[in-house]
């Protein structure tokens, strides 16, 4: 192990700034992409064989703009969910709730697993006050967490999208 552990590091070490370049890269990439999206668009479409031109950028068209609404949903469940947690946080006495609740609206913007990520370093450091105050943030994590899957984004989502809140929890439960 010891002979080994030197290379070990390094590889870690080179993995994980690997990752982080490749991840910087592709946010430089879609920043530009933001601001030029017409012209790469454009740029695409004439990549194409005439007769579809017309038929695609009305397609892209529509994706871009469902996309918006999309992301725009997302972010003001992401904001609602922020100030939920500042407020409960604070009332239950956690150190710094604006800190924790702006990391659980950032961190709900990542599927699945976000609103876990998110939650965890509250629980912890509400435990590391008082076992009382670590109960109570993790139970309202759980009751927010529940209250956002199955009634905020749902309504958000019906709102921004233009479907019905049925529609938008079957495809949540998909």
Do not use: H, W
């Not at 967490?145 to 439960?173: R, Y």
């Amino acid at each position: 192990i010891s002979v080994n552990l030197p290379e070990m590091f390094i590889a870690f070490i080179k993995s994980v700034v690997s990752a982080l370049g490749v991840i910087i890269i592709s946010l430089v990439i879609g920043f530009y992409m933001l601001f030029n999206f017409d012209k790469v668009k454009e740029n695409l479409i004439k990549l194409l064989p005439k007769k579809y031109r017309k038929e695609t950028r009305t397609l892209m068209d529509s994706i871009s703009s469902n996309l918006y609404e999309y992301v725009n949903g997302m972010l003001l469940v992401s904001l609602i969910i922020f100030i939920v947690n500042t407020i409960g946080f604070s009332i239950i006495g956690l150190s710094a709730p604006l800190l924790f609740g702006l990391f659980c609206g950032i961190t709900n913007l990542i599927p699945y697993v976000g609103q876990y990520i998110g939650g965890a370093p509250a629980v912890l450091v509400g435990y590391s006050i008082s076992p009382l105050v670590g109960t109570l943030i993790l139970i309202f994590i759980i009751v927010v967490q529940t209250l956002e899957g199955t009634f905020i984004t749902p309504l958000v989502m019906s709102k921004k999208m233009n479907l019905s809140p049925i529609t938008v929890i079957i495809a949540l439960l998909i």
